[in-house]
């Protein structure tokens, strides 16, 4: 009986209706309640008042740490609606929204409806992603851009083909956004589980246990480097010419990510129980 609700097509879209309505509603009434956000928020609105465009300010003057890709999405919005309102918080719901249709289509195909409804289900009815779909923010587009490289990843992996110039450059494009969304802290996400796959069929392909040596989540060297260079192009243009910049963004955003006394990082099993309440 179970299986059969999961597998109703009516279950999908119910569940579906309740998670938009959830994204929409989950941050009303809409306030910059918190400095991250208005930071987020000031630098596609100086991209549009001041003609800034590769590198903005924070609200306290300060050399803004995030690259602009999501400024640039905010600023274009602005242009279609006039209100920065929407301009600013759309980016993130059509992200999360973008997540959740790719999730269930990603889902059906491989195991069923039932486990569509399962996945979309454990995406969008949770604490967490209802929070972050109105946020102004750069968490939700960062989680599609990985979610996607990640698919793409997968997908090779259960097919067991090769990867071809397209594939490489569908990768190189959306490490190059991850890498214009939030820098190279996309690499933290991905290249684990990659390299401990890539070990596992080393090992596999040693013992002689598998017939098919052409399963490989590796998509090659060039679409990381070349994404990582124009991040570093924009890294080393901002040295150059923002004062500022090699202070607040390379030592204090980047650097001081390793250290303990600026953004005072906790150990996982501090946030393993915080991510599972969430759930």
Known sequence: MTRALLEDRRTLWVVAAVIVVLFAIANL???LDDYDQAKQA???FEMVKEGHWLYQHTPHERVATKPPLVGWISASLF????CWEIAWRLPSFLAALAL???LVGAAKDAYGK???VIAVSAFGLNLLSPRLAT?????????LV???IGLLVWRKIRAGNEWKLRDQVYVFVLLTAAMLIKGPIVYAFLLPGIALFQLRRARV???GASKNNSRSAWPGWWPWVASLAIFLTWVAAGIRFQPGFYEEVVMREFVGRFGETIHRPQPLLFYLPHLLHKF
């Open 146 to 148: 990985i979610f996607l």
């Open 114 to 116: 039932a486990a569509a």
């Open 42 to 44: 000031f630098t596609s």
């Open 79 to 82: 242009a279609l609606t006039r």
């Open 100 to 102: 959740a249709i790719v």
């Open 135 to 143: 946020l102004v923010r750069t968490d939700m587009p960062l989680a």
């Open 29 to 31: 009434p809409w306030q």
């Open 205 to 207: 392909r040693r013992a």
